[in-house]
């Protein structure tokens, strides 16, 4: 007989069974710090109270009952390896919280990228001029080109008026694209490495770009037409540009504040997921050169323009709720329970055989 009184061990049983019966609705991960130190000790307890009737064979009814008990604990304490994840699994989650747990520099880039766009639409307001300065020549556009933009409407309809173009020509256009925005975004990315400094003028001169060949198009009463030739490539192009800004800024804030850490030690911890934001961003590039290429360059309606910009905009939504998902996915070391929950060693006090059968 155990030394411990009845209505003890009867008290000790009733809580072993309602919290097993409430780790069984929430899971292990999400009881509570003390409740899964308690479960550990009470499996302890109940596996060589289960050892001592079962060896003495007192009551069958009871062992019956302390071994479904003890079945129920040893499966959540002692659960199996999971099996062993893909690579492509593993690096979809250290993806996915990395762009949930770099949302502060994400913001940021969005922010400069938004102050430059705003800087840039006001200073071609201020002055017509100005697009020729902030516009370079690598775009493609001559002076004579920029001076009909700038002062006919007409030139603008026909600018932003879509015509059939071959596929191979689309092809080679799109490529060619993809090369030089994602050499934008490298070199955003890499030259974070001096304190961030660059990556900001970068961004901030990106936006404006934008902000002030937005400005000669809006003159127009009705920009429709620019917006659906904009933003079908705009939003994945300016998403991918801002996750390479965001991992320049990692590199910079990490060189630039490491705060009483050793600064090799903060930039060795920030360039994985600053790598990892770069490669959130080069399938952004693809899309944009397709889209660029092929929906751009086309004949199609501004309708159909329009909804594809909205469907990029609803994919990247969907993108950004499961990486939150991913990221609020709270993962639980319990191998510390190991040593509160393991049952007697062979030669101790009420040693037999405790394992649940």
């Known amino acids: 007989m155990s030394s ?29 710090f003390d409740e899964l130190r308690e479960l550990g000790r009470l499996y302890r307890r109940h596996a060589a109270e289960l050892a001592r009737v079962r060896e003495r064979d007192e009551d069958p009814e009871a062992v019956r009952h302390l071994n479904a008990l003890c079945v129920r604990a040893y499966t959540h304490l002692y659960p199996s390896p999971p099996p062993e994840q893909n690579r492509g699994a593993g690096f979809s989650r250290r993806l996915s919280l990395a762009i949930a747990r770099s949302w502060r520099p994400q913001l940021l880039a969005w922010a400069l990228l938004l102050t430059g766009l705003i800087l840039g639409a ?23 080109q920029l001076d009909r933009l700038v002062n006919s409407s007409e030139s603008r309809a026909e600018f932003l008026a879509g ?9 080679l256009f799109g490529s060619a694209l993809f090369a030089h925005n994602t050499r934008v975004g490298f070199l ?5 490495m001096l304190a961030g400094v660059p990556t900001v003028l970068l961004q901030v001169y990106n936006g404006l770009l934008v902000g002030a060949l937005a400005s000669v198009f809006f003159a127009d009463p009705w920009p429709l037409e620019f917006l659906a030739w904009i933003l079908p490539h705009g939003i994945p192009e300016f998403t991918a540009i801002t996750l390479c800004a965001a991992g320049g800024l ?16 903060t930039l060795r911890d920030a360039v994985d997921p600053a790598l990892l934001l770069v490669a959130a961003a080069i399938p ?5 050169a397709l889209i660029e290429s092929f929906v751009r360059e086309s004949a199609l309606a501004t309708g159909t323009r329009l909804g594809v910009a909205a469907a990029m905009a609803a994919m990247l939504l969907a993108a950004m709720l499961y990486v939150r998902r991913v990221a609020m996915r ?3 070391d319990t191998d510390w329970l190991l040593d509160l929950s393991a049952p007697p060693r062979s030669g101790s006090p009420g040693s037999g055989s405790a394992s649940p059968r």
């Open 4 to 32: 411990r009184p009845l209505r003890d061990r009867r008290t000790d049983l009733a809580r072993f069974e309602a919290l097993l019966d409430e780790c069984e609705r929430l899971r292990v991960a999400q009881l509570p």
């Open 122 to 144: 006001a200073l071609e307001t201020h002055d017509p001029d100005a697009i020729y300065a902030l516009l370079p020549r690598s775009f493609g556009y001559s002076t004579s």
């Open 163 to 171: 015509d059939e173009t071959p596929v191979m020509a689309n092809a």
């Open 188 to 192: 955003s990315f890499a030259t974070g």
């Open 250 to 265: 990692l590199l910079g804030g990490a060189v630039a504040l490491p705060g009483r850490r050793r600064r090799r030690e």
């Open 284 to 288: 952004l590039f693809a899309a944009a």
């Open 330 to 332: 709270v993962e639980v």
